[in-house]
């Protein structure tokens, strides 16, 4: 009897380590429940694509009418023509191209013309007085001054990270602009950019 324990022992213990290998920890998607931002970020290969739907993402606003507050401006803007500066520097060329872009959504309220500018980074609380000059400077009325803080940009938007600036413009019937920029842009190629926004009026 008393060998038989021991014999027993081991034989529990082996199934016990044979049931354990065979056992994997379910993994999380970007679709299941408790994913985080950055698990689905980790899977971007490619830009989002055009004709494909942007996905919501919040920012912190800095300048508009939600300033101080998270908030998703695209949802808060849903099918309108919109507009998306994203940037990983405030220089004259971002603040040239945000002072047109706001111009422009002026000049097609009746179109319902939106805008927002995003800066991209691991540390924007130190953009933030300089997008408050930007506005004031700049007179932009039109084209909230946002920050995100995180350097690959929202989950889903495949941002290019070699470029400075990345314009995107999209309306309801999905993204008809993805442009990756360089950081110093000419009159010619601001004013190439503004123009497509003929692209996703209706």
């Known amino acids: 009897m008393r060998t038989l324990i021991p014999l027993f022992a081991m034989s529990l213990c082996a199934a016990v380590a044979v049931g354990c290998t065979k056992f994997k920890a379910p993994e999380l998607t970007a679709n299941a429940p408790g994913t985080l931002a950055s ?3 980790s899977n971007q290969i490619v830009s989002l694509q055009l004709g494909q739907q942007p996905g919501a993402f919040q920012v912190e606003d800095v300048t508009g009418p939600a300033a101080g ?6 949802c808060k803007y849903s099918g309108k023509p919109t507009v998306v500066i994203f940037a990983r520097e405030v220089n004259d060329s971002v603040t040239s191209l945000v002072q047109q872009i706001d111009r422009k959504v002026a000049e097609n309220a009746d179109k319902k013309l939106s805008a927002f500018m995003v800066v991209v980074g691991e540390n924007t609380d130190e953009v933030k007085p300089t997008l408050q000059r930007v506005q004031v400077s700049q007179h932009i009325e039109n084209t909230p001054l946002t920050v995100f803080n995180e350097k690959e940009g929202p989950a889903g938007y495949g941002l290019d990270p070699k470029a400075r ?7 309801d019937d999905g993204l008809k602009v993805n442009k990756p920029l360089a950081p110093h842009l000419s009159k010619e190629e601001i004013s190439e950019v ?3 926004t003929s692209e996703i009026l209706n």
């Open 39 to 41: 698990d689905a970020r």
């Open 69 to 74: 507050e998270f908030l998703c401006y695209r």
């Open 165 to 171: 600036i990345q314009v995107m413009m999209w309306n």
């Open 194 to 196: 503004v123009n497509q």
